[in-house]
């Protein structure tokens, strides 16, 4: 089967006008000829450029961005690639739309942390007595804190029963719900339900967790979820452009890429047991929301990470301090340690590097935060399948092309992207 982008090279896909920007001369086979390219690209920084457009050559990608910073300053931002929307050929410019996946969690868990600086809750309290959770099916539910639900220790293990974000036909059933499936079914079944572990045991990565967070923060806010994020936490750092996802292609949004999977699922978005393309209805995105579901830009991310590098309008150092800090059970064997929304390691700078990944089928994206005050973030709209070569090698490569970085511009790309 043809990819998309080869699609577009045959003319298969109508391609009625160009975006602006740079348009290669002839779009023959894959590799970094054939890319369309937009954004700024210091010639300091040119090695960030090469190892990305290896990488997506290698793996056939069609849509991706990278964003370097350093020192709170934007340094490069590229958009390669194409996508077709209302049937134009659109060039991916640094500030298109991709969905971040769980990208999304420092977000969710920011918000967190802003309503407790708020006096609006404690990180102490039981998910039990915020949301009114029934512990009738397993006591140790009323175990489970605001911090164990952010630090993956409060007791869902996806490995050992399932992922309750990712199973809507097994909750239909259950429950004998009709599609779409909710927030309320979600937990509803996850409730009557006993946990993997005791909350605060170990570490289990934990969708289900995170989406608890986002209905809480909705609870106590008094407003939506994505109302409370983008007013109180995104707009105070200067994002204006994120916001949820939508499932299908046909909600998508004008600036947000095109997603590729060689999968297809049976539809989740109703009853009528049609098959789609894994990313466009084989999950639903507004159950995602807190635990995956936001929309950005890869200079929207490492704008984002800015606000953990000091005191400012969205958290106070306390709150910075409690985002990283050590959970209860300790460092992992490699020295890391999940946090509130960040895996975290010490460097050896004496500081802190933190990062994530994101990954839903057409979706991958890398977020890092490392000494010396660089931060980078890459963005995909496919990730690893079958014997394709593994997306999360993206990690080293964009930290050796750090290393060989021998002298940092000065210019500052922000302005022109916020």
Same mark, same amino acid.
Request: hydrophobic share 40%; charged share 15%.
């Given at each position: 089967?043809?990819?998309?982008?080869?699609?577009?090279?045959?003319?298969?896909?109508?391609?009625?006008?160009?975006?602006?920007?740079?348009? #290669?001369?002839?779009?023959?086979?894959? =590799?970094?000829?054939?890319l #369309?390219?937009?954004?700024?690209? #210091?010639?300091?920084?040119?090695?960030?450029?090469?190892a990305?457009?290896?990488?997506?050559?290698?793996?056939?990608?069609? !849509?991706?961005?990278?964003?370097?910073?350093?020192?709170?300053?934007?340094?490069?931002?590229?958009?390669? =690639?194409?996508?077709?929307?209302?049937?134009?050929?659109?060039?991916?410019?640094?500030?298109?739309?991709?969905?971040?996946? @769980?990208?999304?969690?420092?977000?969710?868990?920011?918000?967190?942390?802003?309503?407790a600086?708020?006096?609006?809750?404690?990180?102490?309290?039981?998910?039990?007595?915020?949301? $009114?959770?029934?512990? *009738?099916?397993?006591?140790?539910?009323?175990?489970?804190?605001?911090?164990?639900?952010?630090?993956?220790?409060?007791?869902?293990?996806?490995?050992?029963?399932?992922?309750?974000?990712?199973?809507?036909?097994?909750?239909?059933?259950?429950?004998?719900?009709?599609?779409?499936? %909710?927030?309320?079914?979600?937990?509803?079944?996850a409730? *009557?339900?006993?946990?993997?572990?005791? #909350?605060?045991?170990?570490?289990?990565?934990?969708?289900?967790?995170?989406?608890?967070?986002?209905?809480?923060?909705?609870k106590?806010? $008094?407003? /939506?979820?994505? @109302?409370?994020?983008?007013?109180?936490?995104?707009?105070?750092?200067?994002?204006?452009?994120?916001l949820? $996802?939508?499932?299908?292609?046909?909600?998508?949004?004008?600036?947000?890429?095109?997603?590729? /999977?060689?999968?297809?699922?049976?539809?989740?978005?109703?009853?009528?047991?049609?098959?789609?393309?894994?990313?466009?209805g084989?999950? +639903?995105m507004?159950?995602?929301?807190?635990? =995956?579901?936001?929309?950005?830009?890869?200079?929207?991310l490492?704008?984002?990470?800015?606000?953990?590098?000091?005191?400012?309008?969205?958290l106070?150092?306390?709150?910075?301090?409690?985002?990283?800090?050590?959970?209860e059970?300790?460092?992992?064997?490699?020295? @890391?340690?999940?946090?509130?929304?960040?895996?975290?390691?010490?460097?050896? *700078?004496?500081?802190? +590097?933190?990062?994530? +990944?994101? /990954?839903?089928p %057409?979706?991958?994206?890398?977020?890092?935060?490392?000494?010396?005050?660089? /931060?980078? !973030?890459?963005?995909?709209?496919?990730?690893?399948?079958?014997?394709?070569?593994?997306? $999360?090698?993206?990690?080293?490569?964009?930290?050796?092309?750090? %290393?060989?970085?021998?002298?940092?511009?000065?210019?500052?790309?922000?302005?022109?992207?916020?």
């Open positions: 089967m043809l990819s998309r982008r080869r699609l577009i090279q045959s003319g298969a896909l109508a391609v009625p006008t160009l975006a602006l920007g740079s348009w #290669p001369a002839s779009a023959g086979a894959a =590799g970094t000829a054939a #369309p390219t937009t954004g700024v690209v #210091p010639q300091q920084l040119a090695g960030f450029d090469t990305m457009k290896k990488f997506i050559a290698e793996r056939d990608i069609s !849509c991706a961005q990278l964003a370097v910073a350093k020192n709170g300053k934007i340094l490069l931002a590229r958009g390669y =690639g194409s996508y077709t929307y209302a049937r134009y050929r659109r060039l991916v410019q640094p500030t298109s739309l991709f969905r971040i996946a @769980s990208l999304s969690k420092s977000i969710t868990a920011a918000a967190i942390a802003r309503l600086q708020d006096g609006e809750l404690t990180l102490g309290t039981p998910v039990t007595e915020l949301l $009114g959770l029934s512990a *009738a099916a397993d006591p140790r539910l009323a175990n489970v804190t605001l911090w164990r639900l952010m630090q993956h220790t409060g007791g869902w293990d996806r490995d050992a029963s399932l992922d309750q974000l990712w199973a809507d036909h097994t909750i239909s059933a259950a429950l004998d719900a009709p599609l779409p499936i %909710g927030h309320e079914q979600i937990m509803r079944y409730t *009557a339900r006993k946990l993997d572990f005791t #909350p605060g045991a170990r570490y289990a990565y934990s969708n289900y967790g995170y989406m608890l967070l986002g209905r809480i923060i909705a106590v806010s $008094g407003m /939506s979820y994505e @109302s409370y994020v983008r007013q109180r936490i995104l707009a105070p750092a200067g994002i204006t452009r994120m949820l $996802g939508r499932s299908t292609a046909a909600q998508a949004f004008a600036a947000e890429v095109g997603y590729e /999977s060689q999968y297809t699922r049976k539809s989740v978005l109703d009853d009528d047991g049609a098959t789609v393309p894994y990313p466009y084989g999950f +639903n507004a159950n995602q929301d807190a635990n =995956g579901g936001w929309l950005g830009s890869a200079v929207d490492v704008k984002w990470g800015f606000v953990f590098d000091k005191a400012g309008p969205v106070n150092a306390a709150s910075i301090g409690r985002v990283f800090a050590k959970p059970i300790g460092v992992g064997s490699g020295g @890391s340690w999940y946090g509130l929304g960040w895996q975290v390691r010490a460097n050896n *700078a004496g500081g802190l +590097n933190t990062w994530h +990944n994101g /990954s839903m %057409g979706t991958f994206g890398f977020l890092a935060r490392i000494q010396h005050g660089v /931060s980078y !973030c890459a963005l995909f709209n496919r990730r690893q399948e079958g014997d394709a070569p593994s997306f $999360g090698a993206i990690d080293g490569i964009l930290g050796t092309a750090t %290393g060989g970085v021998s002298s940092w511009p000065t210019t500052d790309l922000t302005s022109r992207y916020f």
